[in-house]
């Protein structure tokens, strides 16, 4: 196994691509610190992870907030003595929530500070809390879970209002990702990040109903075809025909690129941004 004998924290894994992430991990022999904003969805992943033969202990709470940071890396020192990689996958845009009504710029400024707080200053906080025990052991992994949206020529989708918001943190969490590698290689961390593809998760699923059901161009189509540009979906405007592989993307292709990263295969590789996205982007 080539993670046997290592500890890996994962955020927001209760279900989709972080749990996927989580279980890989657990296969490789990665004992494991999970988080989940759902106790319930905690609870059940730690026990999936306990069968697999590995060690998992779970924090449920919002990890955009400080104190759950905190008390995440502290159980898991607490419980393992070390942390050897850590999997930033919380992110995501935010509807906004306008309190006053007033203020023409509520609006924008909810969806703004949302989006940034889950999709860069959460990881970014992560890695401040991380980054002290990994220089004191002298090694480590982190892997951020950047975005397509983040990288440069992917259309704007403007049936989402979130958009601007959302690509403009992925893109910040990419380049965040490029100087931490610069200023942690000398203590040995490696920090890469990942662009996953098109992937129909739940989350994506539930915005994906939501969509077509409230858009009068869209009302009647099916949810998982808007969403992967097939058919008539409309999701990008150009979905899986328009990727080299011609083939669905899946959690398990991200979660086994995770695996590669966190590995010793991937040692002498920081600061690099992996597109899993079977040929969608071309930069």
Same mark, same amino acid.
């Given at each position: 196994?080539?993670l ?6 994962v955020?927001a894994c ?14 490789e ?7 989940s904003f ?9 026990n999936e ?9 779970g ?27 850590? #999997? !930033?996958?919380?992110?995501? $845009? ?9 203020n023409?710029? %509520?609006e924008? &400024? =909810? ?23 990994l ?20 259309p ?5 209002p ?20 610069d ?7 490696? #920090? !890469?990040?990942?662009?996953? $593809? ?5 989350g ?5 109903e %939501?969509?077509? &059901? =409230?858009?009068?161009?869209?009302k009647?189509?099916?949810?998982r075809?808007w ?16 990727t080299?592989m ?21 040692a002498?590789?920081t ?8 040929g969608?982007?071309?930069?």
């Open positions: 196994m080539k046997e004998n290592k500890v890996s924290l955020s209760g279900r989709g691509i972080g749990k996927e992430v989580a279980l890989t991990l657990a296969r022999g990665s004992d494991l610190i999970i988080n759902s106790e319930t969805n905690t609870e059940s992943l730690v992870l306990n069968k697999l033969g590995i060690k998992a202990i924090v449920s709470g919002d990890i955009t907030k400080s104190s759950v940071i905190v008390e995440t890396v502290k159980q898991g020192i607490d419980t393992f003595g070390k942390i050897d990689i850590l #999997v !930033n996958n919380v992110g995501g $845009g935010a509807a906004a929530e306008i309190k006053d009504k007033d023409p710029l %509520a924008a &400024e =909810s969806i703004w500070d949302g989006t940034y707080e889950m999709s860069l200053k959460a990881p970014a906080l992560m890695c401040e809390a991380v980054t002290p025990h220089i004191e052991q002298g090694s480590g992994k982190i892997i951020n879970m950047s975005s397509l949206s983040g990288r440069p020529g992917m704007h989708v403007d049936l989402v979130i958009s601007a918001s959302y690509h403009s943190a992925k893109a910040g969490l990419i380049r965040y990702t490029q100087v931490l590698a200023q942690l290689g000398r203590h040995n961390i490696n #920090v !890469n990040a990942i662009c996953p $593809g098109i992937i129909y998760t739940d994506w699923r539930e915005i994906s %939501a969509m077509v &059901e =409230s858009h009068p161009k869209f009647g189509e099916d949810p075809e969403f992967l540009g097939v058919g008539e979906g409309r999701y990008l405007g150009e979905g899986i025909p328009h080299a011609r083939r669905e993307q899946t959690t398990a292709d991200v979660a086994e690129a995770v695996v590669f990263l966190a590995s010793d295969a991937a002498n590789i600061g690099q941004t992996l597109n899993v996205d079977g969608m982007a071309k930069d």
